[in-house]
């Protein structure tokens, strides 16, 4: 949540407050909040505490008045105000709409309050409107472009320095214009005039499209384009072969930044644009190659659709005006001069949506057209060319502003409608930013159609929802349903192949299915999309994301096992029984986190994965493989190897914290179900130790692909703002040369996780289907009170793996084993770390022997 503290505060001094164009003055003053909803035509909700329930109630607007009758029996059909509003009944005679179309406010015992206007909006309107196309839509090479705006008086279509009159109809509330095929490639906006109660009167808003397909450089108009023109489609499109799609649970996948990808890279031509994902004999394309065959599946890009806070010409964007190579390893010196052009640079991860259909204009050639589409295009070829499919970051939770910045597109084009509201009518911002509301009926309907375009006409094969807990399950199933219908013969591409998961987080004030059914962890199982997983994240990395001290240690960072000096850790007895719950917690997620998965937990109880406590909540909640996504680290909070830095005991050798890296990682992906690495840490990748690097440009962000580069350790303290809290434990780190690993280490750890990632993809027990499957073929035989701290043995049909965190060698005894000839993995044997090779079993026992800090996989036959 720090992450989205700091944006919001990034966005806010991004964005400057538009002028409103032409205005007029409403006679009385505005009120400042909004406490009643009209709920649909028939229904007003009233604040229990505003008024008296017996004295007149009205609603006024320009034309007169409706009065309220208040309506015995409650809110049964709106039970989330039920407790706090009175019902009443409204009587409009069918002027609803006219009503609508200007100021509105509720009145009663000299007290007035603005008016929440969703719900009747979709009472009205939505049955129409959701079957509308809205945005450019073409017949026969013309267009006709089309905007939801059913409370404004009058929109009018600006095209290339003309006017030209939009015709307005009644049932859906949907304007449009058609014009001839000579307005293809012609800038527009919309003027639309409309009451907007943030100025507290009628304006006049020049906005882009909601649903533009292309824009102008920093998004300042739309451009009429058909996304279906060949003149944009890149040689080889409409043929592009993908590589063969693998069902969610098999999913690996590689989380990365476009700019992160290349901005470093010598061997790049296209460095910091799409184009990178073309250059085939970059360090980075090599790189994720060299990962596709190891059985990486899917590149996650971190957000590309058009966000609000970079400048999209190069010309415009600012660097840092120091040698920032020249300053010590642990000096502030290096994220001082990062934040003084942080807000004008070209770096933003990029959680600042802005037209959501519309590829990034900044990772282009030429921001200024459809050159961003054609290159996007390229570069989900190159990923494809490499062995990857793609998936997109999608962030429809929220917008980078509302109300009357220029940088707010929905709520200038109907206020106070696409924007969740709180009960005083200010607009949500748990998200960080200005919520969405996708449980109103156009909100959702956006969403759908937004991912089914990137779907169709980008060809990008699978979807990661940010802050998925913020919309309503139903919304994310209709965004599957629509994707299922998709299919090559018609569409050109396999909807059913496309991929979904995103962050189940349940929070905000729609925690708890305050407003609706979220798409929270537990409801979305057994919908077959999937929710990241932060119950293992935890117990393998160690403590929390929010924890004071960083040193909190976990299973693969040396708790009880190797413990540093941290007292946060606690006594050594505490340690251990910290450990041998965090062991139970990885078992819970090498099940893929199955609620109904029966095992023998470290205290010798028989349970369920939903019995095994995560902070109060069930630590199992999937209902089949593929529910729940694992990882150890993503963009979010620090790296692997920067948290690993801080937990490990400083002595600790470079050697061995790559083994340690190597064990976090292998517990994620040897799951059952799909898992996630944030790209480059196979490679040890480091952020210098910053926690939320959003806004930290490319000097402590960019990927160094060639080991002789570094890592990315040691590039001075990371930026104060989320970060100086811990530089009292990051400044010694910092500057020890020993943290920073060299070739020998990095490429040792990127190999032994590829044998361990072929091993997971090739064989065919980390691939099963079902909770009964998994429970027929896994086992944890030594689990229960006799456990190794600091070893998990898993038995998966044919397969041990030996996941041994500790330092020492362990020997682990399944006597039921005594006399089966299990050997190393012949993918392990023949692989690339020469320490795993050491492993054996002595079948008179039924003992494994594994070196420390290693995962070692034995195969029966």
Known sequence: MRRLATLATTIALALPLAGTGTASADPTPAPTDARVHWLDKNTVAWPKNLGTPTHPHRLVHDHGSFTLTHRPGGLTKYPRLAATHDAFRVDAHGRERTALRGRLVAETDGLTTGVQIPGVLDDLYATAATKATLGPAFRDGRPTLSVWAPTARHVALELDGRTVPMRRDAASGVWSATGNRDWAGKPYRYAVTVHAPAAGKTVTHHVTDPYSTALTADSTRSLVTDLADPALAPAGWQRLRKPKAVPLRDAQIQELHVRDFSVADRTARHPGQYLAFTDRDSAGTRHLKRLAAAGTSYVHLLPVFDFATVPERRADQASPGCDLAAAPADSERQQECVAKTAARDAYNWGYDPLHYTVPEGSYASDPDGPRRTVEFRRMVQGLADAGLRTVMDVVYNHTAASGLSEKSVLDRIVPGYYH????????????????????????????????????????????????????????????????????????????????????GWNFGEVANDARFVQATQKNMAGTGIATFSDRSRDAIRGGGPFDDDPRVQGFASGLFTDPNTSPANGTPDEQRARLLHAQDLIKVGLSGNLADYRFTDTTGRQVRGADVDYNGSPAGYAAAPGDALSYADAHDNEALYDALAYKLPPSTPAAERARAQVVAMAAAALSQGPALSQAGTDLLRSKSLDRNSYDSGDWFNAVHWECAAGNGFGRGLPPAADNAAKWPYAKALLADPALRPGCSATTAASAAYRDLLRIRTTEKAFSRPTTEAVQRSLSFPLSGKDETPGVITMRLD????????????????????????????????GGSDAVVKSASYAAATGTFTVPGRTVAVFRRG
């Not at 909100?443 to 979807?463: H, P, R």
């Not at 793996?801 to 392990?828: E, I, K, M, R």
């Open 798 to 829: 044919d397969l041990v793996v030996v996941l041994n965190a500790s330092p020492q060698s362990q020997s682990q005894t399944v006597g039921a084993l005594a006399g089966d000839g299990y050997t190393l993995h012949p993918l392990q044997a």
């Open 420 to 503: 969740r509201l709180l009960d005083d009518g200010s607009v949500a911002t748990s998200t960080c930013c200005a919520n969405t509301a996708p449980e109103n009926a156009m909100m959702g309907k956006l969403v759908v159609d937004s991912v089914v375009t990137w779907a169709k006409q980008y060809k990008v094969d699978g979807f990661r929802f940010d802050l998925m807990g913020h919309h309503p399950k139903a919304n994310i199933l209709a965004v599957r349903k629509a994707l299922d219908a998709l299919t090559v013969a018609k569409d050109g591409v396999d909807g059913k192949a496309v991929i979904l998961y995103g962050e």
